[in-house]
């Protein structure tokens, strides 16, 4: 009999990058490399299972700009030359380690891995968001929506037409990519604040996920704490993450993914080998990067040397133990909660999709081994999607949630401190100035309609929560500043050539072709009452 339910949560996204003038721009490295590491393996493992009868369930995220990228046409096709890049890469160093045992077996074992995903790709032509989308007909996962560009919903709250656009526009590109209107969304980092429930109900939807601390320090006591979800005034369920499966996967000190047998994460041929032998794999500037190829585990903590060779064997036993572990600590967490409750307790443990595969290499091993136990060794807890909690278990208590978030210290601070504060005074200004023109030029046509879909874009672009979190955790800080004032500049132009009355139609349109998400986008959400 089912003593509690286990609620996976993936959420998947990448900011919106996207350089036609370039031929191979580094940062859109990002979506390439989570491609083969995390996405196709992940789908891999889901399409196996499901093939098998094994009764895998999970919610997704696919933020808008991930899907977008995903369908790109420009991108699928450098997506697959880097594929196939890395494929020659392989060969090369399988003759480069010839006689050296253990090392060519792992090169092999990279020549496999990339064929392998190769052939996944070609199946799908490249769509993997239709693969995704298969799944979810498969009812393997459910696919949530997300904020358009990933807004951080907190820091927008002040002006309620950019939350209101940041939402609506995220959930018709949901509904214009899988053809169905979603039941649950992400808010982005977990941001939420008290009222925004207001925004999704008028959207259909019925759920989001929140930290901890945000269902603890509701209006009312939650009497059941993180293990069964909140219904908000506006009557959408909020679900909290459960502390304890959390830490067991995200920490590298304390959890899984620090386990010295598992693949280091930093150590790769792409900074170990001559430039000369990675060929096509570096940038054409001679610029190192990752590869993906990796050989050594991670060993110890001092530093990159002298890491042994990885072991691929011993690594995937490792994610097969770390599933059993992981399957009976919910186990003794359901039997408990149970006998204290009047339902099933639901587990929530969301994650970042990119840490399975990226991160942690062996994290799809993780989660195959675990929907396998879960399948086949036990009957106390049973994976469920959010939804499929909610109809089972359609009453519950009504509170308002803290404001909060997911991010370090628990709040604002990851996208509010000394490094990019100085962002919002721009966007709130430009906000303000979207909201005007919207509610301005109501039935505009034509290409005054254009530029003022277009403005709308650049301010959504604008918006992102990547662009702050880059500056704050020092990752590519130049690229994220000049991300936000180049979206700025372009929106700000529009505004001035919308209100002289003059449009410079090839500029636009080359901004069309350049940011070109959200091809059916209308402006006028921005000036709905």
């Keep these: 009999m089912t003593s509690g339910y286990l609620a996976i949560v ?13 031929d191979d721009y580094i940062e859109e490295r990002w979506l390439y490399e989570a491609i083969t590491e995390c996405y196709a393996p992940l789908l891999m493992k889901l399409f196996a ?40 890469l392989a060969e090369s160093e399988l003759r480069r380690t010839a006689g050296h045992g253990h090392l060519q077996r792992l090169a092999r074992f990279y020549r496999d891995r990339f064929g392998a995903i190769h052939a996944f790709w070609d199946r799908w032509s490249g769509d993997l968001a239709a693969a995704f989308s298969e799944l979810e007909e498969r009812g393997v996962l459910e696919i949530l929506a997300c904020a358009a560009t990933h807004g951080y919903l907190p820091l927008l709250a002040a002006q309620p037409a950019c939350v209101r656009a940041q939402l609506a526009v995220g959930v018709r590109h949901h509904v214009e ?7 649950g969304i992400w808010l982005p980092e977990c941001g939420y604040y008290p009222g925004v429930e207001e925004e999704l109900a008028e959207l259909g939807i019925r759920f989001f996920v929140i930290d901890t601390h945000c269902v603890l320090h509701a209006s009312e006591r939650p009497r059941w704490g993180v293990y069964a979800p909140l219904y908000t005034p ?20 304390t959890g899984y993914p620090g386990d010295f047998w598992y693949r280091d994460f930093y150590r790769d041929v792409g900074y170990d080998l001559p430039l000369e032998q990675l060929g096509a794999a570096t940038h054409p500037d001679g610029i190192r990067g990752a590869t993906g190829i990796k050989y050594h585990r991670i060993t110890h903590r001092e530093g ?4 042994d060779l990885y072991n691929v064997e011993e690594a995937r036993r490792r994610a097969a133990d770390h599933a059993g572990n992981f399957m009976f600590n919910r186990q003794h967490q359901a039997r408990h909660l149970r006998a204290h409750m009047d339902r099933p307790p639901v587990i929530v443990a969301p994650y970042d999709a990119e840490l399975f595969g990226h991160w942690w290499f062996e994290g799809p091993d993780f989660l195959d081994y675990l929907f396998r136990k879960l399948h086949y060794d036990q009957d106390d807890v049973e994976p469920v999607t959010l939804a499929e909690y909610l109809v089972r278990h359609p009453r519950n208590q009504a509170a ?12 604002n601070w990851v996208w509010l401190d000394g490094s990019n504060s100085w962002v919002y005074r721009h966007v709130h200004a430009a906000g303000e100035a979207m909201t005007r023109l919207a509610r301005e030029n109501r039935g505009a046509g034509g290409l005054r309609r254009r530029a003022l879909d277009q403005a709308a874009r650049e301010l959504l672009l604008a918006q992102s929560s990547d662009w702050a979190f880059l500056m704050m955790t020092k990752q590519s800080v130049e690229f994220a500043a000049r991300r936000v004032k180049a979206h700025m500049a372009r929106f700000h132009r529009l505004q001035s050539e919308l209100e002289s009355g003059w449009i410079d139609e090839g500029w ?7 940011d070109n998400i959200f091809p059916r986008i209308d402006y006028g959400v921005y000036g709905e009452d």
Excluded: C
Excluded at 236 to 250: L, M, N, T, Y
């Design 304 to 307: 990159l040397e002298n890491k």
């Design 400 to 411: 308002i949630p803290s404001a909060g978030s997911w991010g370090a210290r628990g709040y």
């Design 177 to 183: 990519a899988f053809g169905r209107a979603p039941r």
């Design 508 to 514: 636009l349109a080359d901004l069309e072709r350049r």
């Design 49 to 88: 299972l499901s093939d098998e009868g094994v009764r895998a369930r999970a919610t997704v995220t696919l933020s808008p700009t991930l899907v977008h990228m995903l369908r790109d046409d420009l991108l699928k096709v450098r997506a697959v030359r880097h594929l196939m890049r890395l494929e020659e």
């Design 10 to 22: 993936l959420h998947g996204h990448l900011p919106f990058i996207r350089h036609p003038e370039h």
């Design 234 to 253: 506006a009557g959408v369920a909020a679900f909290g993450r459960d502390p304890e499966s959390s830490r067991q996967v995200w920490s590298a000190e």
